[in-house]
């Protein structure tokens, strides 16, 4: 009896297919190690090709609500002032301050002390944004071939390295009743940065311009990639929560300039946060990123439509 050539074939590709279904499932489980040996410790070095652009001064309504300030005793922190609130110019000496005390309190703690940062911390988290910013990850097309992906799950790996990957895990586990006033300020910076930069000068200015072409690189890697997601879901809910809430902000202010080059649909990451944040109690803030995100939500329905059902 003679075979069919062409079924013959087809069940060769259905078990290619499944072949390469198992082999991606077992890559993301993979841990750390295992990625360090496929990719070997080599960093990206792939330029930042985005331009920088000069963000115009924002009216305050158009920034996210910050968490409600809780004063502590001891030397202020970033979460004990609202520069919003104040003019610009009180706004950008209010936001030096306060991340110069931020860094100026990591700088005293000893598991800093033991890293040995001949400028300290400010300067070295500067060289970590710039280095992030001059690496960016893959967005569009992560999904064309396995290799990418496994690049962009080991992205902050190979391009940080392992000293400062573990810099930023024992800061965050130190400091992370901190972490979301601490972004919310970072936030602000974005947004004042270039201004704020003016008159601080190089060498005062906490932290570097953050420019939108590569912040919505980041936000892209984070919303909307195999990489960024698992990276995420490993990490602290707080941190994945709030991540993703910048991130929102961030592509919407793309949108709002229209450089939303990746096409990145908001709805779908609006509605899962919303979900999220609904069923905890871990955010000072919780209240304020709910009805900021529902505002967005009720923005994107009502111009793209609701989402499939």
């Known amino acids: 009896m003679t075979r069919n050539p062409q079924?013959?074939?087809?069940?060769?590709?259905?078990?290619?297919?499944?072949?390469?279904?198992?082999?991606?499932?077992?890559?993301?489980?993979?841990?750390?190690?295992?990625?360090?040996?496929?990719?070997?410790?080599?960093?990206?070095?792939?330029?930042?090709?985005a331009t920088k652009q000069q963000e115009p001064l924002p009216d305050s309504a158009s920034l996210p609500s910050p968490p409600t300030p809780q004063t502590t005793p001891g030397p202020p922190g970033p979460d004990q002032v609202n520069?919003?609130?104040a003019p610009a110019t009180d706004a950008c000496r209010q936001i030096t301050e306060q991340l110069l005390a931020y860094y100026d309190q990591l700088d005293q703690q000893n598991y800093v002390a033991d890293y040995q940062f001949s400028r300290g911390s400010r300067r070295h988290f500067n060289e970590i944004i710039h280095k992030l910013l001059a690496n960016p990850p893959i967005v569009a097309g992560e999904t064309d071939d396995l290799f990418s992906i496994l690049k962009n799950m080991a992205h902050f790996y190979r391009v940080l390295g392992s000293r400062d990957i573990q810099l930023i895990k024992d800061i965050l586990a130190e400091e992370g009743d901190r972490i979301e006033p601490t972004l919310a300020l970072y936030y602000r910076w974005y947004q004042l940065g270039p201004q704020c930069r003016r008159q601080a000068g190089k060498n005062l200015a906490p932290a570097p311009d953050l420019p939108l072409a590569g912040l919505y690189g980041y936000a892209g890697?984070?919303?909307?990639?195999?990489?960024?997601?698992?990276?995420?879901?490993?990490?602290?809910?707080?941190?994945?929560?709030?991540?993703?809430?910048?991130?929102?902000?961030?592509?919407?202010?793309?949108?709002?300039?229209?450089?939303?080059?990746?096409?990145?649909?908001?709805?779908?990451?609006?509605?899962?946060?919303?979900?999220?944040?609904?069923?905890?109690?871990?955010?000072?803030?919780?209240?304020?990123?709910?009805?900021?995100?529902?505002?967005?939500?009720?923005?994107?329905?009502?111009?793209?439509?609701?989402?499939?059902?």
């Open 221 to 309: 890697y984070f919303l909307n990639t195999v990489g960024g997601q698992s990276y995420l879901f490993r990490r602290d809910p707080r941190v994945r929560m709030l991540v993703r809430y910048y991130a929102i902000l961030i592509v919407d202010q793309a949108n709002t300039e229209k450089n939303n080059r990746y096409g990145i649909d908001l709805r779908y990451p609006i509605k899962s946060l919303i979900e999220e944040m609904a069923s905890t109690r871990l955010l000072t803030g919780q209240e304020a990123y709910l009805q900021r995100l529902e505002k967005l939500q009720a923005k994107y329905l009502a111009s793209a439509g609701p989402l499939p059902r």
């Open 7 to 49: 079924k013959k074939s087809a069940n060769r590709a259905g078990v290619i297919l499944l072949l390469a279904i198992a082999l991606l499932a077992a890559v993301l489980v993979m841990n750390r190690a295992t990625i360090k040996r496929w990719l070997g410790p080599g960093r990206s070095t792939a330029p930042q090709t």
């Open 83 to 85: 520069p919003l609130a």
